[in-house]
């Protein structure tokens, strides 16, 4: 029954709440923290649970008293209005009862990549980067530039960026894998539909608490930036390159003048690989996880194409179609495409956990 399912929680909110309360936990912060943090993760699925024992409960006072002359009708217009509660904040609980994702309130920092198309990959990335800047600004989140490296043509080879808001890689992280483009190029004479992909990685911001970085593990480069950058370009050497020896992962940054700058934005980028690689090793072990993690699989995988001449946009997760392709790219409209990504993955894991 799921009243029964609810009542762990209810008692565990009401123990933290006593907890609080002590001396003990009132005069330790990181303790008080932890346990206030914990609290508020579960006071969602505590408040409704208490609306739908609640709820419960008047009906079954109005039930007996369907029995009395007096009280009855008035009963009946109770429950009229009650018993059609029970199955909407049923429906509610069991999307809360889902277990959460420990990264959602976190920021990230999300790399876009040209791959095989060449001129329109590194197009398509400035055009995708640029429709999540207007994603962004619909959250009200902010987005910083860590590094770029622009293509002569248009558009990046790469960019990464850091974007910070309110339950971004909730949202975010499901744009993580191969972004397959189809559309005919502005050199294109023939009207020809060219196909090409760029990928996209979607990492949680780590910091120093969830990745411990050894000096003695890193290889630091510096030189001279080359490309696009002002007069300060090849005149000094700010540009770093930072190789973690034991991964082999290498993180390069010349976006600012100051090396230190540099430095502090290539550290940022490589504790969020080093975290990224943690949770795929850990989602590794556990193929349930794994496979119910939509925005988390192989990002050797093709997630979505944006076909141009059509004005379509699929994502292939959850045969999704949307002849919107125009709209959602000039105006960052994603959540109509997160949204159904989320609502299938809260149907696959609620069917997991026994709650349907």
């Known amino acids: 029954m799921l009243s029964e399912k609810l009542t762990p929680f209810i008692t565990r909110y009401d123990e933290l709440s006593a907890q609080l309360c002590t001396p003990e936990v009132a005069s330790d912060i990181k303790k008080m923290t932890a346990l206030s943090k914990e609290q508020s993760s579960i006071s969602d699925i505590v408040d409704k649970a208490h609306e739908y024992k609640q709820v419960l409960a008047d009906i079954a006072d109005n039930k007996e008293l369907l029995g009395d002359p007096e009280l009855s009708d008035l009963a ?11 199955p909407e904040l049923e429906a509610e609980i069991k999307k ?8 959602d ?10 791959g095989a198309g060449g001129d329109e990959a590194a197009i398509f990335v400035g055009d995708l980067f640029g429709a ?6 619909l959250k009200g989140w902010n987005v910083e530039v860590l590094s770029t490296s622009p293509s002569e043509s248009g558009g990046y080879k790469e960019v990464t960026a850091l974007i910070k808001g309110d339950l971004v890689y909730s949202r975010l992280k499901y744009e993580g894998g191969t972004h397959r483009v189809q559309r005919v190029p502005a050199t294109e004479s023939q009207g020809r539909v060219h196909t090409s992909a760029i990928t996209v990685a979607v990492m949680p911001e780590a910091d120093d608490v969830d990745i411990q970085i050894n000096d003695n593990d890193l290889k630091i480069d510096v030189m001279r930036s080359s490309g696009c950058g002002g007069q300060s370009v090849n005149t000094t050497d700010s540009a770093v390159r930072i190789t973690h020896l034991p991964s082999g992962i ?4 010349q976006d600012q003048k100051s090396q230190h700058k540099n430095r502090d934005k290539a550290m940022k980028v490589l504790q969020a690989r080093l975290f990224d690689l943690e949770m795929q090793r850990a989602q590794a072990e556990d193929a349930s996880v794994r496979k119910e993690q939509v925005g988390t699989g192989d990002r050797s995988g093709r997630i979505r194409t944006y076909n141009y001449p059509q004005n379509r946009i699929s994502d292939h997760r959850i045969t999704l179609t949307l002849y919107r392709l125009g709209e959602i790219m000039s105006s960052g409209l994603f959540d109509e495409i997160v949204d159904p990504l989320i609502a299938d993955y809260q149907a696959k894991s609620m069917v997991a956990a026994g709650l349907v």
């Open 105 to 114: 309130d976190r920021n990230i920092i999300v790399e876009l990549r040209a």
């Open 96 to 103: 809360l009862l889902v277990p959460k994702d420990p990264n």
């Open 76 to 86: 009946k217009e109770e429950l009229k209005e009650l018993e059609p509660q029970i």
């Open 250 to 253: 290498v993180v390069t940054n």
């Open 132 to 137: 999540y800047l207007r994603y962004a600004e």
